[in-house]
């Protein structure tokens, strides 16, 4: 049977006032960054703060500023009060999982997160989209994510439930798929139930949540991201996987500049682009590899603040030895000092160097 917004009630008539069909979400005021980790606030409007702006997003933030974490949120939005301290999202009100699916490789090359909070298919429910292949829609939109960010940690969350019956029939349906869904897609893709969350009562309008509501689902995102302390540090790629190096601060990768392979050639910043002259992969010597048998390499094992870190043949010496921290820093075993941007420039052709550890964003690094 075809429902109309008659026969749905209010709440329907407040999902396409709110939620809207297909609208994009405005542009961004501006894009904030205090070098932290990066996470990625993944959605449509509940995520976007619908009926409170900044939503959800407000209170786990303010969770992850009191336990410590360094954070930026990453997404085109932007939207939400003082009280947020980082204000950026990817939350696109009445998107459906086959829009997010449509755009999720461009906004991960954009933002490089280390961890996304996925909140999507309300709107796949709600416009009675393709619901019995809803599913396997999102299946797919999972894979394309993990595809194009291998590194990251990906919370998936049971969709929050909905007062019109018919409605909520079709969202605890969705929501029993999504177990077994998450269950093959690997130990860095996590379930978050999202559903037991938060009841009717907490929800303003039949589909998005009042004040309240929302701050449960911060403290349940949190207590998600609790379980896998991983997914608020930078990723550190593991022994024989070849990565890229991100310096979240300037969002550019660690690259041999001019894709030399001559020894000597420097390092640099420059735009993420996955060439080889950006891949490296770590060795159980505390190399980083590149091209296969250069390495990154501190200039004559030199150790004053500003020596050059270029590439060289690997030799094995101390000068190519290096401890990966969790903090994201790249610990020089001849120096005892940190991999570095030079004046934290995040300019491309800004050269990277040996300088003392000091936790700057210029010292920080992540896998992607």
């Known amino acids: 049977m075809r429902w109309t917004l008659r026969r749905l009630g209010a709440a329907a008539l407040t999902l396409v006032l709110g939620l809207g069909l297909g609208v994009t979400a405005a542009a961004p005021a501006a894009a904030e960054s205090n070098g932290g980790v990066r996470v990625m606030p993944l959605g449509d409007s509940i995520t976007d703060g619908f009926n409170v702006p900044g939503g959800y997003r407000i209170n786990l933030w303010q969770r992850m500023a009191a336990g410590g974490h360094t954070v930026d949120f990453v997404g085109s939005g932007f939207n939400g009060p003082s009280q947020l301290g980082d204000h950026d999202h990817e939350g696109h009100s009445g998107w459906r999982i086959d829009q997010l699916d449509a755009n999720i490789q461009t906004w991960l090359a954009a933002t490089s997160p280390r961890t996304i909070l996925l909140h999507i298919g309300t709107n796949d429910m709600n416009q009675n989209y ?71 009562a907490d929800l303003a309008d039949g589909v998005h949540p009042n004040a309240t509501g929302y701050d449960k689902m911060g403290a349940r995102w949190f207590s998600a991201l609790q379980s896998v302390p991983g997914s608020l540090t930078p990723a550190v790629p593991p022994v024989g996987v070849t990565a890229s190096w991100l310096n979240p601060r300037s969002n550019r990768c660690l690259d041999v500049s001019g894709a030399s392979t001559t020894a000597g050639a ?17 060795t159980t010597a505390g190399e980083l590899r590149v091209y296969g048998d250069r390495c990154l390499d501190v200039n004559g094992n030199g150790t004053a603040n500003g020596t050059k870190i270029q590439i060289w043949t690997c030799n094995g010496s101390a000068a190519q030895r290096f401890t990966f921290n969790a903090d994201g820093t790249i610990v020089g075993a001849g120096s005892g000092k940190c991999v570095d941007v030079a004046s934290s420039g995040t300019a491309n052709g800004t050269l990277v160097q040996l300088y003392q550890c000091n936790g700057t964003g210029a010292q920080r690094w992540t896998g992607r």
Request: a neutral charge; charged letters at 15%.
């Open 130 to 200: 393709d619901v019995a292949n809803a599913p396997a829609r999102l299946s797919a939109l999972i894979d394309k994510i993990r595809a194009n960010a291998p590194l990251v940690e990906l919370f998936v969350a049971q969709i929050t439930p909905e007062t019109n019956p018919t409605l909520e029939a079709r969202v605890t349906a969705f929501n029993a798929a999504i177990p077994g869904i998450v269950a093959q897609k690997g130990p860095m893709t996590h379930l978050v139930d999202m559903h037991s969350a938060i009841t009717t």
């Open 266 to 282: 420097q390092v640099h910043l420059w735009d993420c682009h996955g060439g080889t002259n950006q891949r490296w992969t770590r």
